[in-house]
Structures are given as structure tokens and as C-alpha cells.
């Protein structure tokens, strides 16, 4: 079946340094729709990215992602973390019946 | 636009009363999803509405859990006999489909 998988339940880093947040995918469909959704802390989750389109990069407040169909993995970057980044991020997926897979999150914790 | 509107937005419950959650998706949202978030469990798929049809409700406990779509101007996600394990944040959330969700603002569940 479709599914989701962060490797990462928690990532710290200081203020400045670049955002890589992974995200790899399993779905039998050919033309899937993948997300991002970000959760700040007593907030509910709120899109960030979405693509469809192999190879293509999209980016959105500074973050920025590319859909690889080829490896299946649809990883979450920013140059340079902010405080304000420290959230939940969830990578999502369109697949069957048009349910939304999510992951299981990763927190991101940025330190000055 | 208003966004999905739950109600309420806290409820308390004592162990083995009912609990009724509303939900009012976005003006010309075909799919309503209902989740359930804990620190332990993360965000938890219930169960998901398409043009008011029940689609998948693959997540939904199968005792005490009830979710239906009268019209669609609003869902409600019914738990009978609460549990302390039930206490979480049930959030909503509305769509057009298999395509970005948008999420309301969730209704903290507590169950004493």
C-alpha cells in the first residue's frame, strides 16, 4: 500500500546552518501528489509544498523541495534556519482512493 | 473564507460519557478527513469523506467511534463510552479531493 517514511523523528541545528528534512515514499501509482505540511507548536498543520511533477523543484518561504519519481523521495531544504522554523514537519502523500498519507513527522528545532 | 471550523474547541468528558465533535468544512470542499493527533500516536487518520459518501474508514476504532456527513455543511465524529485513552486532538480537515487539505484548528478531547 501507500506510505510515507521520515527517517527523522527529530533534528536540531543552530541558527543559520541548512535544512535537510528526508522524505522517501512507496506507492504503486505513477503520478502521485506529494506535501509538505508544517505544524508550529499549538497550531494545526498547514501546507507548505506540494508537487506533482518529476524533477521539478517548488519552493515556498524559503523552503524548497524536489519530487524525484526515480528514488521516490521528495526531501524538504532551506538554506538557512531560521528560530522560527522550529515545527513539526510532515511529509505527505496523494495516493489511493485520494486519502492523504502522512508520515510520522520530524521535529525540527532550530538553537541560536 | 472562513476555514474548516471545529466545535467545540475543548471538551471534557468523564470515562463513559459520549462525546460529538462538529466539523464545517470550507464552502465547495468535496472531501472531509478526520484525524487524531497525540504526542505519543502523532497524527492519526480516521476516516475520510468524499461529496458526503463515507470513502475509507480504515482508521476509525471499531467500537465507540461513529463519523457522518448529514450534508455538506458538516461532519460529526461521535465516540461513545470515552476513554481516557481517547483524549487527543481531533482535528478536521477539508479538500478538494485527492489533492492539499486544509486543516481546522482541532478539538482538544479530554477525558477525565
Known amino acids: 500500500g501507500d506510505s510515507v517514511t521520515q527517517t527523522e523523528g527529530l533534528v536540531t541545528l543552530t541558527e543559520g546552518l541548512p535544512v535537510m528534512l528526508n522524505c522517501t515514499y512507496q506507492t504503486i501509482y505513477s503520478n502521485p501528489f506529494l506535501f509538505w505540511y508544517v505544524q508550529h507548536l499549538n497550531e494545526s498543520p498547514r501546507l507548505l509544498l506540494k508537487?506533482?511533477?518529476?524533477?521539478k523543484r517548488t519552493e515556498h518561504q524559503g523552503f524548497h523541495a524536489t519530487l524525484h519519481k526515480s528514488s521516490s523521495s521528495f526531501h524538504l531544504q532551506k538554506s538557512s534556519a531560521q528560530l522560527s522554523d522550529s515545527a513539526l514537519y510532515y511529509c505527505a502523500l496523494s495516493g489511493s482512493n485520494n486519502r492523504i498519507f502522512f508520515g510520522d513527522g520530524t521535529q525540527l528545532v532550530v538553537k541560536p | 473564507n472562513a476555514g474548516v471550523i471545529q466545535t467545540p474547541r475543548h471538551k471534557v468528558t468523564g470515562k463513559g460519557q459520549e462525546a460529538t465533535l462538529w466539523c464545517e468544512p470550507i464552502?465547495?470542499?468535496?472531501?472531509v478527513f478526520w484525524y487524531r493527533q497525540t504526542i505519543v500516536q502523532g497524527l492519526e487518520f480516521l476516516t475520510y469523506?468524499?461529496?458526503?459518501?463515507?470513502?475509507?474508514d480504515s482508521g476509525m476504532p471499531k467500537e465507540r467511534f461513529s463519523a457522518q456527513m448529514p450534508n455538506q455543511s458538516h461532519s460529526t465524529l461521535k465516540i461513545q463510552s470515552t476513554q481516557p485513552q481517547d483524549s487527543a486532538v481531533y482535528l478536521c480537515?477539508?479538500?478538494?479531493?485527492?489533492?492539499?487539505?486544509?486543516f481546522g484548528p482541532g478539538t482538544r478531547l479530554t477525558v477525565l
Open positions: 508537487s506533482f511533477t518529476d524533477n
Open positions: 469523506f468524499r461529496n458526503q459518501a463515507p470513502i475509507d
Open positions: 480537515a477539508s479538500g478538494t479531493g485527492g489533492y492539499e487539505q486544509y
Open positions: 464552502s465547495g470542499h468535496s472531501a
